[in-house]
């Protein structure tokens, strides 16, 4: 089993404010299922104007190089003009990512999309979703959903697919099997994502201050009861991915704010096939694939070509380079020598992401993640996407202040 996760054993990201992978563009906050830790007000009459968008678009190149636009919400299929707001990511040469709980896509509306420029989907499905016609599936019962909206994908072709979850209290002894449904899977899924449900918790013995004065949490939308736990982290995470996959690696990170030696992105990249995973890129691999990308793009990559992903085995010529690489190829190549025939099978990679949102000091600081992707545009600034409710309802970011704080 792989040891524990350590900070000199990974690559850290070199994402910065204007210097990233990703965007995080809202062109509404309207949507149409409702999931538990969502961070934004459900809001009908959402739809920004194209040149509103636009707008923050040319406010994203002004101020911001990435690769990727992920366009968001709310749900974004929701938008009348959808397909006109991939087009424009796309002009502005950034490869346009839609996020989406899939439940407005239709092959049509797919098509649609992918001649407007759109090179990915995230699909958020898990159980916290009050989904029609799936109230209490657990979540190995949703990868049924889940292999539906990849096969999708897969039949128009050229598009990346991924998934994200939410992770709970309850659902994190279910990640092992999703990740062993993704690998069943690897040649048409691309990326999983675990994000450690996070909220905000109204603590006694705190007041919430905007400025010089003391505000009221209710019209945040993530603020919760502090009697809920929201404890995990993405170590949990890794711990329970090794109850199936003991040698699990991730190979790079991004840190905390507030707490350096928290891990709040862990990136993984594994390699393998729908029978076997033969090992874990390193750090090293990390470094080369985001240092070349930025040499000869001038962007931190955040989205690969499907094409690109299901190349893998070339990508053992690297193995000088990369101790995970180097492992696996050894383990590759140990298995070609008693069954010749998996030389003549596609070696696939496929990403697994952890995140950890902000997290609760106990001086009331929130530790945000560091160099992170998930920046929007507020008001011509740019602005943590999970807390703008806190300026849309105030005006300003909100600060806990213990109310027994000592003066110094």
Request: aromatic residues 8%; neutral net charge.
């Given at each position: 089993?792989?040891g524990p996760v350590n900070h000199s054993d990974l690559y850290r990201l070199p994402w910065t404010l204007p210097d990233n992978a990703i965007n995080w563009l809202e062109?509404?906050?309207?949507?149409?299922?409702?999931?538990?830790?969502?961070?934004?007000?459900?809001?009908?009459?959402?739809?920004?104007?194209?040149?509103?968008?636009?707008?923050?678009?040319?406010?994203?190149?002004?101020?911001?190089?990435?690769?990727?636009?992920?366009?968001?919400?709310?749900?974004?299929?929701?938008?009348?003009?959808?397909?006109?707001?991939?087009?424009?990511?796309?002009?502005?040469?950034?490869?346009?990512?839609?996020?989406?709980?899939?439940?407005?896509?239709?092959?049509?509306?797919?098509?649609?999309?992918?001649?407007?420029?759109?090179?990915?989907?995230?699909?958020?499905?898990?159980?916290?979703?009050?989904?029609?016609?799936?109230?209490?599936?657990?979540?190995?019962?949703?990868?049924?959903?889940?292999?539906?909206?990849?096969?999708?994908?897969?039949?128009?072709?050229?598009i990346s697919c991924a998934f994200n979850a939410t992770v709970y209290e309850h659902t994190l002894k279910d990640v092992p099997e999703i990740v062993a449904w993704a690998?069943?899977?690897?040649?048409?899924?691309?990326?999983?994502?675990?994000?450690?449900?996070?909220?905000?918790?109204?603590?006694?013995?705190?007041?919430?201050?905007?400025?010089?004065?003391?505000?009221?949490?209710?019209?945040?939308?993530?603020?919760?009861?502090?009697?809920?736990?929201?404890?995990?982290?993405?170590?949990?995470?890794?711990?329970?991915?090794?109850?199936?996959?003991?040698?699990?690696?991730?190979?790079?990170?991004?840190?905390?704010?507030?707490?350096?030696?928290?891990?709040?992105?862990?990136?993984?990249?594994?390699?393998?096939?729908?029978?076997?995973?033969?090992?874990?890129?390193?750090?090293?691999?990390?470094?080369?694939?985001?240092?070349?990308?930025?040499?000869?793009?001038?962007?931190?990559?955040?989205?690969?070509?499907?094409?690109?992903?299901?190349?893998?085995?070339?990508?053992?010529?690297?193995?000088?380079?990369?101790?995970?690489?180097?492992?696996?190829?050894?383990?590759?190549?140990?298995?070609?020598?008693?069954?010749?025939?998996?030389?003549?099978?596609?070696?696939?990679?496929?990403?697994?992401?952890?995140?950890?949102?902000?997290?609760?000091?106990?001086?009331?600081?929130?530790?945000?993640?560091?160099?992170?992707?998930?920046?929007?545009?507020?008001?011509?600034?740019?602005?943590?996407?999970?807390?703008?409710?806190?300026?849309?309802?105030?005006?300003?970011?909100?600060?806990?202040?213990?109310?027994?704080?000592?003066?110094?």
């Amino acid at each position: 089993m792989a040891g524990p996760v350590n900070h000199s054993d990974l690559y850290r990201l070199p994402w910065t404010l204007p210097d990233n992978a990703i965007n995080w563009l809202e062109p509404t906050s309207m949507c149409n299922l409702y999931c538990d830790g969502c961070y934004r007000k459900n809001d009908a009459d959402s739809h920004k104007p194209l040149e509103l968008i636009q707008r923050e678009l040319d406010t994203f190149r002004r101020l911001r190089k990435t690769d990727g636009v992920s366009i968001a919400g709310g749900d974004p299929l929701t938008h009348p003009q959808i397909e006109k707001i991939v087009e424009m990511v796309a002009a502005g040469g950034q490869k346009p990512i839609i996020n989406t709980n899939g439940l407005l896509l239709t092959k049509e509306k797919l098509v649609a999309l992918k001649n407007a420029g759109v090179q990915g989907f995230t699909f958020h499905i898990d159980s916290g979703q009050n989904r029609p016609h799936m109230k209490g599936k657990t979540e190995l019962e949703l990868n049924e959903l889940r292999l539906k909206y990849a096969q999708l994908l897969a039949e128009v072709g050229g598009i990346s697919c991924a998934f994200n979850a939410t992770v709970y209290e309850h659902t994190l002894k279910d990640v092992p099997e999703i990740v062993a449904w993704a690998q069943a899977h690897i040649d048409i899924v691309h990326i999983l994502v675990f994000i450690a449900y996070r909220a905000a918790p109204i603590k006694k013995g705190y007041k919430y201050m905007v400025g010089a004065k003391e505000i009221d949490m209710d019209p945040i939308a993530y603020a919760i009861d502090e009697d809920r736990k929201i404890s995990i982290m993405s170590t949990d995470i890794v711990d329970s991915i090794r109850t199936k996959y003991p040698d699990f690696q991730p190979s790079a990170y991004l840190n905390g704010t507030e707490r350096p030696d928290h891990f709040k992105w862990l990136l993984t990249l594994r390699i393998g096939t729908k029978e076997k995973i033969y090992g874990y890129t390193g750090p090293k691999f990390m470094e080369l694939s985001q240092t070349l990308h930025h040499l000869t793009k001038g962007t931190y990559l955040a989205y690969t070509h499907p094409d690109v992903l299901g190349s893998a085995k070339s990508m053992l010529a690297l193995a000088p380079l990369d101790k995970g690489l180097s492992n696996t190829a050894k383990a590759y190549f140990r298995d070609a020598l008693t069954s010749p025939n998996v030389l003549f099978k596609k070696l696939h990679m496929q990403s697994v992401m952890i995140i950890q949102p902000a997290d609760f000091m106990p001086t009331g600081a929130l530790s945000m993640c560091d160099g992170c992707p998930d920046i929007t545009v507020y008001d011509d600034k740019l602005v943590w996407s999970c807390r703008m409710e806190e300026l849309i309802n105030f005006g300003d970011w909100v600060r806990a202040v213990p109310v027994n704080a000592k003066k110094h």
